[in-house]
């Protein structure tokens, strides 16, 4: 069995070469390529619920949605764990900071989802006085997922677009001071 | 973004000073726990608001001796979303959604308070049949509130980890199916109108709601199984956190909170309102005011929704959902006055005080909600308790922060 | 001890002639709204004072504080205090006006211990002050806020945005 059979489809289009390697035999790849795929198919989601959205989140993990179908179920309750946030709620002026403290506590690599209309852009609180009109203007965001609440598939579908970008994602070294550019 | 980020520098903010004077405080009255001159026996650790068993962004300054909470400063407003002020920038009928997102777990209840409100204001009274569906999915919203609160209670102590949540949640969704096909939404329903419903139930949902009645009883022993003469759980539980009756006359708990102390506390009863007079079901209430006991009941209420959405569907009657015409409940406008409806949320008295100036729009709107209420016993639960039944008391009181923080 | 719901059997009529004789000169404008509340002005220099009588009173006995609302009336502002008696099974809704130019009115955290953080919120909220409040902080905004925004001539201020 090489490597390319555990790669699903729709990678290979983006990494055409692994289509000959067919047969038991060594498999040369790049370690971006290596590295991707496993980042993408194990990520770790921080236990980070917010407001309504969280409630969603819950019943993501849960026994009819069951997020482990995609490799994400094992939610961890602390930022030094983790390498995906899911911002499941209204930011307000008060947890800003805090928001921000927590993603800087996350290791890099890591990556943001703004789950719902309120992480978004403010969502039906956008012209409170207390409200952080999207959690971008915070954190930088790397998939936004429309909805209030969005239904668990939503949070699935931006799971999976998330997968797909980190695939996508190019970890090679980096000159020591240079921080490395996310793409996307 | 410019001074953001906090730096172990950073100064500590008014409720971590306010947990550090206290400790100079009673030090200087001689009651710390200062042995043999140990300056720096007691500690400040801080929970949350990111906390894994905080069920949300409540955050907790929590002043130790050693494993012993010596006080507690609960910190809230993590969650304000300024939504009494809103209320002064849309209509009456456009506010309606934003009560969903109050008490995010019942949403159908929150909804209910706030209508009956504006219906007390206006003199609009809702249909008979309307009234009935209200209670039905009100008592339904109830039942999925309080699966969410036991199964997060209970995974929140050892010995289960999450198997008991797993169970809850799975047969939350049931009751998440029967809502959304009555009104569009798993969580926020935006479905109660002033004067009536949006829409009347689908054809084959009245069998479907029974068929899973009938079921729920079942599936509500079977958790009690999973918990109820398991030796840690009943350790972790029996005994803890005890609100005493005169803790809940003054400072106003409400709901299973006070009934699990033996108070027959219940608004459906008390303030009869809707149909609730006609039906028959029992105020559940448990004698000891503990973390097990609040558990109980909120089993024991499950059940006895389940009753009342039975009997509701035997009785439902004919007719229309909406009185007036169906445009009737848009353009809403109470004359000026003020009024307050509370109402039984499955967390306790939720309530709304608007005051109206004769416009479109609420003049005031306040909201009475029950974790408000109840988190201020909370200091007073936790001291003396293990650091580690923080997390059962608080689960036990079934706290939601949207309602609180507003 | 069993503490019961409605064990005395009074008509709203009954509680408003009550208070009407123990309270003369103290309650104004005393009238029910149906079914269960009776709704009552006074002035905030008695408020302490009426808050203890009406707990300790031996009929109607308004044990339990349910929430004190902030509201905002344009000239003034006002602090009212939504209060429960067991014994009755009914609320009284005591309105306390209160001057824009000096918002300031006695706590009644030591009559109703519950009046803590409603006092708190209504200081957040509407910039009512309770004079000999324990501890009166903000309670759901950040320390750091400018102003308070329920009353009705707050701007959003900039300062309380800093990340737009």
């Known amino acids: 069995m090489g490597l390319s059979d555990m790669v699903p489809d729709r990678f290979k289009v983006a990494y055409p070469k692994l289509q000959s390697f067919r047969q038991p035999n060594i498999v040369t790849t790049t370690a971006d390529f290596v590295f991707s795929w496993a980042r993408s198919n194990s990520v770790f989601p921080f236990t980070y619920g917010l407001a309504c959205c969280a409630i969603e989140m819950m019943s993501a993990g849960f026994a009819r949605w069951d997020v482990a179908r995609f490799g994400m179920e094992v939610f961890r309750p602390t930022p030094r764990q983790c390498d995906l946030m899911i911002v499941s709620g209204t930011v307000n002026e008060k947890m800003a900071p805090v928001l921000k403290r927590l993603y800087d506590q996350m290791a890099e690599p890591k990556w943001v989802i703004s789950m719902g209309a309120c992480a978004t852009s403010g969502g039906p609180f956008y012209d409170g006085y207390n409200v952080v009109n999207g959690v971008d203007k915070v954190v930088p965001v790397d998939v936004y997922i429309p909805g209030c609440p969005p239904r668990p598939e939503a949070l699935f579908q931006g799971l999976l677009e998330l997968q797909g970008k980190i695939a996508a994602y190019s970890f090679t070294p980096v000159l020591p001071g240079a921080r490395p550019v996310k793409e996307g | 973004m410019s001074d953001f980020f906090l730096t172990a520098e950073a100064e500590p903010d008014e409720a971590v000073k306010l947990a550090l004077r206290r400790i100079d405080e009673a030090q200087a009255a001689g009651q710390g726990s200062d042995v043999e001159g140990l300056r720096l026996n007691e500690v400040v650790v801080n929970m949350g608001p990111q906390h894994p068993s905080t069920h949300g962004v409540l955050r907790l300054v929590v002043t130790l001796d050693g494993e012993l909470i010596k006080d507690v400063i609960p910190v809230v407003g993590y969650l304000h979303r300024c939504k009494e002020k809103l209320a002064e920038k849309r209509t009456y009928f456009q506010y309606i959604p934003i009560l969903d997102r109050t008490e995010y777990v019942a949403g159908m209840n929150c909804e209910w308070a706030y209508v009956m409100t504006v219906e007390k204001l206006t003199g609009i009274r809702p249909t008979r049949r309307a009234e009935f569906i209200r209670v039905i999915v009100g008592e339904l919203s109830r039942i999925a509130s309080h699966l969410v609160a036991v199964g997060t209670f209970t995974a929140d102590l050892a010995p289960l980890g999450t198997a008991m949540a797993f169970y809850t949640f799975r047969d939350r969704e049931l009751i998440l199916d029967l809502l959304e096909e009555v009104s569009g939404g798993r969580m926020m329903y935006n479905y109660l109108r002033f004067g009536g419903v949006r829409y009347d139930l689908p054809s084959g949902w009245v069998e479907q709601c029974r068929d899973v009645m009938k079921r729920m009883p079942k599936l509500i022993d079977e958790y009690a199984s999973l918990v109820d003469d398991n030796a840690i759980f009943l350790q972790r539980t029996v005994g803890k956190g005890v609100i005493s009756q005169q803790d809940v006359v003054d400072y106003g708990i409400t709901g299973p909170n006070a009934r699990a102390s033996g108070v027959e506390l219940d608004l459906r009863r008390t303030r009869p309102y809707s149909v609730y007079p006609e039906l028959d079901f029992e105020v559940c209430t448990a004698q000891h005011g503990d973390v097990f006991d609040r558990y109980r009941v909120r089993m024991d209420e499950m059940r006895q929704s389940v009753r009342i959405i039975e009997q509701c569907l035997d009785m439902l009657p004919r007719g229309p959902v909406q009185s007036g015409s169906l445009r009737a409940p848009y353009v809403v406008t109470p004359p000026p006055g003020s009024c307050y409806v509370g109402q039984e949320n499955p967390r306790g008295e939720y309530g709304t005080y608007i005051v109206s100036d004769g416009s479109r729009y609420p003049y005031r709107l306040k909201y009475r909600d029950p974790c408000f209420c109840n988190l201020q016993l909370f200091p007073k639960l936790l001291r003396g308790n293990k650091i580690a039944d923080a997390v059962s008391i608080s689960g036990s009181m079934d706290l939601v922060l949207g309602g609180i923080d507003r | ?164």
């Open chain 3, 1 to 164: 001890m069993g503490l019961e719901v409605g064990t005395l059997k009074v008509t709203m009529d009954e509680i408003a002639a009550d208070l009407a004789r123990d309270f003369a000169g103290d309650l104004e404008d005393v009238r029910i709204q149906e079914p269960d509340t009776i709704v009552a002005r006074l002035a905030r220099e008695k408020l302490k004072d009426v808050a203890r009588r009406l707990k300790a009173h031996e009929d109607l006995a308004y044990e339990t504080l349910n929430f004190v609302a902030a509201v905002d009336l344009g000239a003034q502002l006002e602090s009212v205090y939504h209060v429960y008696s067991w014994r009755t099974n009914t609320w009284i809704e005591l309105h306390v006006p209160v001057p824009r130019a000096k918002a300031e009115v006695d706590t009644v955290t030591d009559v109703w211990p519950a009046a803590d953080w409603h006092e708190r919120e209504a200081w957040d909220m509407m910039g009512i002050r309770y004079l000999g409040h324990p501890d009166l902080r903000r309670i759901l905004l950040k320390d750091d806020f400018v102003g308070h925004p329920l009353r009705k001539d707050y701007v959003d201020l900039a300062e309380n945005h800093p990340h737009v």
